[in-house]
Each structure stands twice: as structure tokens, then as C-alpha cells.
């Protein structure tokens, strides 16, 4: 049984430039959630997406956006990158109480 | 809202030893989970252990276990018999009963000494 997948797992861009991550859940998860882990800190939630729709919010502009899919799978968009935006995007599962983690997107932003 | 507290940015153990690393929590919700997760430098978040608010029983998973103080707002991982692959950064998280939104600490590096 595959676990939670993302891609790509690295990904260089210029500021000002769009990007598109993805997110396979584990199996039989239905909701997924998008996590943004600078560099030595703990990661920060994005927002999360159960049935298609975002069912909450983190503290985060409109340059970031995402889609569920009907499999379940989703995607992360950030718009006009800013070279903040480097970081780790982490992308979890979630069935219940339980949350499963992929191996996340290392973005640099240059 | 709900935060989490990590005061130990590092910590050393030896091989074989036990481990405590701390995790204090705030939150105005009567229902929520609190969480460990192990972080190697790979990146990628591992599930070690969780403990619902209304459990009596501190939460064990071999050799794992949280000692959960709920009047104290702490929820401490306790990891025995250290192993060299214990190395990596350690974070503590909280979310709401059926929200599955996570909050988490700033984490705890471990190290491990042969």
C-alpha cells in the first residue's frame, strides 16, 4: 500500500514565477492537507481540502491555492513566488485522526 | 487558537539511555489530540505516537510513550533505549478533535551518542 506521494521533490524557480505541486494521498484517505516548513522551523498549515472543497485555512496571502481532485489527489499553487516562499511543502492525509505525511517538495525560490 | 511550546532546541543522549523531550500546549478546546512526529533530515514527517485529550492513559507505542499532564498542559515524549537512528528533529502537535489541522512547535533536535 503506496503512503502519501509528492512531486517533484525538488523544484528551483524565479521570483515572481508560478508553481504547481502535487499530492497523491494514502489510500482510503479522503483529506489532504498542505504544510509549509521553512528552514528550522516547525511546519505552518496552508489549508486543507476534503470533497473537492478547502475546508479551512491557514494564515497564508491568495497567491496560494489548490484543488482537490474527485480521487482525492491535490495540488498546491503559488502564485507571483516571492523568495520567501523557499521552503519545504509537506503534504498530509488524513483519515479520522490519523495523519500521514509525504516526503514534501523542497522549493527554492532565486 | 492553540499553540505549542518546544523548549528544548537541542538535546544529547547517549546510546541505550532514556530521553524526555518537552511539549506544553495551550488551547481553549475541551476535545484535541496531541501528536509526535519524527522528522530525519530525508524531510519527510513520521507518526510516533498520540494521545486524545479525554484518554486516562498516557499513550505507549514500544518504545515510545507520552506522559500526558493534562492540568499541567504537557504532553512530554519519553523515548527509552535510545538507538543511533533516534537521531533527527522531533516535533510536538496539537489539532482539534475532528479537524485534523495540525499545530506544531518548533521542534526538538535529538542527537544520539554511540
Same mark, same amino acid.
Given at each position: ?110 | ?30 476535545? *484535541?489530540? /496531541?501528536?509526535?512526529? %519524527?522528522?530525519?533530515? +530525508? ?7 498520540? &494521545? ?11 518504545? *515510545?510513550? /507520552?506522559?500526558?499532564? %493534562?492540568?499541567?498542559? +504537557? ?7 535510545? &538507538? ?31
Amino acid at each position: 500500500d503506496a503512503g502519501v506521494t509528492q512531486s517533484p521533490t525538488h523544484l528551483i524557480k524565479t521570483r515572481g514565477q508560478q508553481v504547481t505541486l502535487r499530492c497523491s494521498p494514502k489510500s482510503g484517505h479522503d483529506t489532504v492537507s498542505w504544510y509549509q516548513q521553512a528552514l528550522g522551523q516547525g511546519p505552518q498549515f496552508i489549508f486543507q481540502y476534503y470533497e473537492e472543497e478547502e475546508r479551512q485555512r491557514g494564515n497564508f496571502p491568495d497567491r496560494f491555492s489548490g484543488h482537490q481532485f474527485p480521487n482525492y489527489s491535490s495540488e498546491l499553487n503559488v502564485n507571483a513566488l516571492l523568495l520567501g516562499d523557499s521552503a519545504l511543502y509537506l503534504c498530509a492525509s488524513s483519515f479520522n485522526l490519523e495523519a500521514f505525511f509525504g516526503q514534501g517538495t523542497r522549493l527554492t525560490v532565486v | 487558537a492553540q499553540k505549542i511550546t518546544q523548549t528544548q532546541p537541542g538535546m544529547f543522549v547517549q546510546e541505550k539511555e532514556a530521553v524526555t523531550l518537552d511539549c506544553t500546549y495551550d488551547t481553549s478546546d475541551q476535545s *484535541y489530540g /496531541l501528536f509526535w512526529y %519524527k522528522q530525519p533530515s +530525508s524531510g519527510e514527517m513520521i507518526f510516533l505516537i498520540y &494521545q486524545g485529550s479525554y484518554d486516562e492513559q498516557n499513550a505507549t507505542e514500544g518504545r *515510545y510513550s /507520552l506522559n500526558f499532564q %493534562k492540568a499541567r498542559k +504537557s504532553a512530554n515524549l519519553v523515548i527509552s533505549a535510545s &538507538q543511533l537512528g533516534d537521531s533527527a528533529m522531533y516535533f510536538c502537535a496539537m489539532s482539534p478533535f475532528y479537524g485534523n489541522k495540525l499545530v506544531f512547535g518548533a521542534g526538538t533536535i535529538l542527537r544520539v551518542k554511540s
